[in-house]
T-cell receptor, first 113, second 114 residues
Framework: EPEVTQTPSHQVTQMGQEVILRCVPI?????FYWYRQILGQKVEFLVS????????KSEIFDDQFSVERPDGSNFTLKIRSTKLEDSAMYFC???????????FGSGTQLSVL | QKEVEQDPGPLSVPEGAIVSLNCTYS??????FMWYRQYSRKGPELLMY????GNKEDGRFTAQVDKSSKYISLFIRDSQPSDSATYLC??????????????FGQGTILTVHP
């Protein structure tokens, strides 16, 4: 079965540093998403991306966050100046134009110290 | 009232038992309903999805949706120790990019012991 690939699996950073989380969605998918899950809490939607622009974003996705699809395969989430509360598991997801099956990657565990 | 409510459990059952997992929701705009399984520190894995009221069966899994009551269920028959995981309900509005904007429940931790 096709899969969404995320790198790195773990990222440790100092507060105030910039981080970039990387994702390779399934190759023929058109809609891309980032979610996060703080330990012990719900999986939360951050942002959706389609046709090279943000379609929708949540209240969590403030000016410190940005997303980019720099080439035909990668999809990135950048956090400009990390805070302690950004520590979470970040999941990338994608779905094709037929909808129905949203596939998630294995996640990047971000730890901000 | 939370948009999606799910009993976090934990739920512990013996191997072979029938497991019932449930979620309620308040937003009538939700049209698609999914169940994901999540192992510790891994990404959610899609088990079942449906968009109509009624039952949908896939092997040992049955998803049930009652839109009039805003209630969804997942039944696992003949549960196995390998079914031990966190089960997440999720739902979304129909169409376009909104489809992938899922609202998740808290997740129910299930343990199936031999």
């Amino acid at each position: 079965e096709p899969e969404v690939t995320q790198t790195p699996s773990h990222q440790v950073t100092q507060m105030g540093q910039e981080v970039i989380l990387r994702c390779v969605p399934i190759s023929n998918h058109l809609y891309f998403y980032w979610y996060r899950q703080i330990l012990g809490q719900k999986v939360e939607f951050l942002v959706s991306f389609y046709n090279n622009e943000i379609s929708e974003k949540s209240e969590i996705f403030d000016d410190q966050f940005s997303v980019e699809r720099p080439d035909g395969s990668n999809f990135t989430l950048k956090i400009r100046s990390t805070k302690l509360e950004d520590s979470a598991m970040y999941f990338c997801a994608s779905v094709g134009d037929q909808g129905e099956k949203l596939f998630f990657g294995s996640g990047t565990q971000l730890s901000v110290l | 009232q939370k948009e999606v409510e799910q009993d976090p459990g934990p739920l512990s059952v013996p191997e072979g038992a029938i497991v019932s997992l449930n979620c309620t929701y308040s937003n009538s705009a939700f049209q698609y309903f999914m169940w994901y399984r999540q192992y510790s520190r891994k990404g959610p894995e899609l088990l079942m999805y449906t968009y109509s009221s009624g039952n949908k069966e896939d092997g040992r899994f049955t998803a049930q949706v009652d839109k009039s009551s805003k209630y969804i269920s997942l039944f696992i028959r003949d549960s196995q120790p390998s079914d031990s995981a966190t089960y997440l309900c999720a739902m979304t509005r129909a169409g376009g990019t909104s489809y992938g904007k899922l609202t998740f429940g808290q997740g129910t931790i299930l343990t199936v012991h031999p």
